[in-house]
């Protein structure tokens, strides 16, 4: 057990519907960065935030957004969704910021788009 | 730009017989490299990382890795494997400018036979 919790398991949706994914990191950590793992794109870094503020972007798509609330708690939200969206989201956490710190993956949620 | 490639999406081994998971990196400046498991179902775990100390690195369950920054290199080996190292493996790789983002490779299916 990483420490790090994500809700739901399992979601399953219908095209163009919107749902939040939620994550919790572990105790401590301030960071937190969402990645989408799929069978195509292999593991991707979509976001990071760090103590409740936006720090890295990578290949995330505008109908995605996500936040940190002053819990450190983080929420990933996918809007108009597609069949693409597909996937296995993790998030993952971190005390800090630096390239050597570890990440703890959470079990990830994984999306179904039908 | 960074980037990692794992030669060889399956490698098969006999239960006993030496594990070894290429990676190779790019990076255009000192690179932090790291090797984590997944088991099926669930997310990733840390096997072992390199933060420019020691280029011999030795991680959780038997597992190491040297870093050769002449080869651009980063190969996880374990001298005998079990059948509980059955998983999929992947490299990964940050650098002190990228605020912990990971780039991953493309993932090792390992399979031991007994």
């Known amino acids: 057990d990483s420490g790090v919790t994500q809700t739901p398991k399992h979601l399953i949706t219908a095209t163009g519907q919107r749902v939040t994914l939620r994550c919790s990191p572990r105790s401590g950590d301030l960071s937190v960065y969402w990645y989408q793992q799929s069978l195509d794109q292999g593991l991707q870094f979509l976001i990071q935030y760090y103590n409740g503020e936006e720090r890295a972007k990578g290949n995330i798509l505008e109908r995605f957004s996500a936040q940190q609330f002053p819990d450190l708690h983080s929420e990933l939200n996918l809007s108009s969704l597609e069949l693409g969206d597909s996937a296995l989201y993790f998030c993952?956490?971190?005390?800090?910021?630096?390239?050597?710190?570890?990440?703890?993956f959470g079990p990830g949620t994984r999306l179904t788009v039908l | 730009a960074q980037s990692v490639t794992q030669l060889g999406s399956h490698v098969s081994v006999s239960e006993g017989a030496l594990v070894l998971l290429r990676c190779n990196y790019s990076s255009s400046v000192p690179p932090y490299l790291f090797w984590y498991v997944q088991y099926p179902n669930q997310g990733l775990q840390l096997l072992l990382k390199?933060?420019?100390?020691?280029?011999l690195v030795k991680g959780i369950n038997g597992f190491e890795a040297e870093f050769k920054k002449s080869e651009t290199s980063f190969h996880l080996t374990k001298p005998s494997a079990h059948m509980s190292d059955a998983a999929e493996y992947f490299c990964a790789v940050s650098d002190h400018s990228s605020y912990g983002k990971l780039t991953f490779g493309q993932g090792t299916i390992l399979t031991v036979h007994p």
């Open positions: 390199y933060t420019s100390a020691a280029t």
């Open positions: 993952a956490s971190s005390f800090g910021l630096a390239g050597t710190d570890t990440q703890y």
